[in-house]
């Protein structure tokens, strides 16, 4: 689902954020990617979204080689990719239910198929008597959920999440976890960056360490115990 074969990315001022990276996650796989501050965690997602385009070597999602796609599909490639951010993301002159609804309406999904869409990605994050409600008055933890109902929304192969537990406390962060590891077994490929070293311990999945750029480990005995 997500190969890295090489890659390295450098930036104007000559600062190379990714160092020769190579690693491949299969499909419905969940795995971390952790690492200091500035390690690449940032870029190495970037990539993954086409935000950024490698320096060399070749980044493919789902079979498709990332390097040398065109401008114009990009925006069809982002849909098949959720994404989780720590902060959310909301906006909160909308309802719940029109937050979630957003990518649908952007990619042009009938009326009627929309709100069956919204109602089924809230369910399943323990959301759907709140759909009315202004994301404001929901919870921190509530929030998250919603930003993750709405990367899913439109069933998308691959998720990507960036810090989503960095405000969470370690309950609630397990409870997202959860919902994380729900997605996974369905056959989504789950991609999650993290400081949290505690929670990724307590997860036992397979995770992939940077190191001023580099990959310095990417747990390959996880990898063949899965049989992938």
Known sequence: ???????SKRYDSDHMALKQV???????????????????KSTLLKLIMLMERPSAGQVVVGGQVLNTL???????????????????????????FDNVAMPLEVMGVPAGDIGRRVR?????????????????????????RVGIARAVVNKP?????????????PELSADIMHLFEQFSQV?????IASHDI???????RRTLTLEQGRLVTSDAAMESADGH
């Open 1 to 7: 689902m997500i190969e890295f074969q090489q890659v």
């Open 22 to 40: 190579n690693f491949h996650l299969s499909r419905g796989e969940l795995a971390f990617l952790t690492g200091h501050s500035g390690a690449g």
């Open 70 to 96: 065109p401008r114009r599909q990009v925006p069809y490639i982002r849909r098949h990719i959720g994404v989780v951010f720590q902060n959310h993301q909301l906006l909160f002159d909308r309802t719940v």
């Open 120 to 144: 089924a990605a809230l369910d399943k994050v323990g959301l759907l008597n709140k759909e009315r409600m202004n994301p404001m008055q929901l919870s921190g933890g509530e929030q998250q």
């Open 157 to 169: 192969p691959l998720l990507l999440a960036d810090e989503p537990t960095g405000n969470l406390d």
């Open 187 to 191: 056959g989504v490929t789950v991609l």
């Open 198 to 204: 505690a929670l990724i311990d307590a997860m036992g």
